[in-house]
Nanobody, 112 residues
Framework: QVQLVESGGGLVQPGGSLRLSCTAS????????MAWYRQAPGQQREWLAT????????NYADSVKGRFTASRDNAKNIAYLQMSSLKSEDTAVYYC?????WGQGTQVTVSS
C-alpha cells in the first residue's frame, strides 16, 4: 500500500522558515505530480502548490506565491515544501498528496 509521510512541521516565529518533507513509499513517485495542501482549524482544506514529475514546473496558490517553494528529489522519493516569511495565518496542518493518496499531515504553528 502506497504511503506518504510528512515531516518537518513545528513551532516557528513569524518571519521564520520551515522545510516540510513528504516521503513516498513506492517507486511510482517520480512519474506523478505532487501537491501540497493545508487545513486550518474550522476551515476547508486549501491547495497550496503542485510540482510536476520532473520538477520542471510548479504552480502556487496566491496566498503562498513568492514565499513557498515546492521541490522534489525523485532519487529519494521525497517532495519538499520550503516555507519562508511565515505568518500567523500560515498556522495549519500541512498535507502532501499524490493522486488520491494523502499523507497524515504535519502541524505548523507560527507564533511568537
Amino acid at each position: 500500500q502506497v504511503q506518504l509521510v510528512e515531516s518537518g512541521g513545528g513551532l516557528v516565529q513569524p518571519g521564520g522558515s520551515l522545510r516540510l518533507s513528504c516521503t513516498a513509499s513506492d517507486s511510482s513517485f517520480g512519474t506523478l505530480n505532487m501537491a501540497w495542501y493545508r487545513q486550518a482549524p474550522g476551515q476547508q482544506r486549501e491547495w497550496l502548490a503542485t510540482i510536476t514529475p520532473t520538477g520542471a514546473y510548479t504552480n502556487y496558490a496566491d496566498s503562498v506565491k513568492g514565499r513557498f517553494t515546492a521541490s522534489r528529489d525523485n532519487a529519494k522519493n521525497i517532495a519538499y515544501l520550503q516555507m519562508s516569511s511565515l505568518k500567523s495565518e500560515d498556522t495549519a496542518v500541512y498535507y502532501c498528496k499524490k493522486r488520491t493518496i494523502w499523507g497524515q499531515g504535519t502541524q505548523v504553528t507560527v507564533s511568537s
